[in-house]
């Protein structure tokens, strides 16, 4: 129906805008609730690998595309406490009208189908456009302007330098 085609709409373009502005893992992005938010800052509380908790920047452009979701979705009159419901949250007929979480897989799968209807499909699998080929584009991008390594290690959340020197081989 109509209403649930717009929220999958506006939650797909927060989760790409998300990704793109903030280089979170896609279980971290299913893993988000709303009590993660801070509206104020632009930042997203994260718990990554490890049950590591960071806090990371996610631009005025990612946080104006999830307010628009979220105000779209308009949770909250049936006594859950907000805080506690995902950001990103199913709108098929399965779910009804509960607020689940997404699945890593059904990210993937929403972002392979706006990749395609894009014409962005690429058969060369180093080419590929995913999800976390966003996480690249963030700290390749981070990295050619801060030119700072030890940060782009905190925002990804990568436990070793050597994980994220990755994006030194990507950005030269």
Do not use: C, W
């Not at 930042?43 to 996610?58: A, F, S, Y």
């Not at 979701?69 to 009159?77: C, E, P, T, V």
């Not at 700290?139 to 801060?146: A, P």
């Not at 940060?151 to 990755?166: E, I, K, Y």
Request: no cysteine; proline share 3%.
């Amino acid at each position: 129906d109509d209403r649930r085609r717009e929220l999958i709409r506006l939650r797909d373009i927060a989760m790409v805008e998300l990704l793109r502005y903030s280089g979170l893992r896609v279980g971290e992005l299913v893993g988000l609730r709303r009590g993660d938010l801070d509206y104020e800052e632009a930042t997203v509380l994260v718990r990554g690998k490890g049950n590591r908790e960071r806090v990371v920047p996610i631009g005025q452009t990612a946080l104006q595309a999830i307010r628009t979701y979220l105000a779209a979705r308009g949770d909250g009159g049936d006594g859950v406490a907000l805080h506690t419901l995902p950001v990103f949250a199913r709108h098929d007929r399965g779910a009804g009208d509960r607020v689940l979480p997404l699945s890593t897989n059904s990210v993937q799968n929403a972002f392979r189908k706006h990749v395609a209807a894009a014409g962005l499909h690429r058969q060369d699998e180093e080419k590929k456009i995913t999800p976390h080929s966003m996480r690249h584009y963030f700290g390749t991008k981070m990295l050619d302007e801060t030119g700072d390594l030890a940060l782009v290690q905190d925002l990804l959340g990568h436990a070793s330098p050597q994980t994220t020197r990755v994006y030194t081989e990507v950005a030269m």
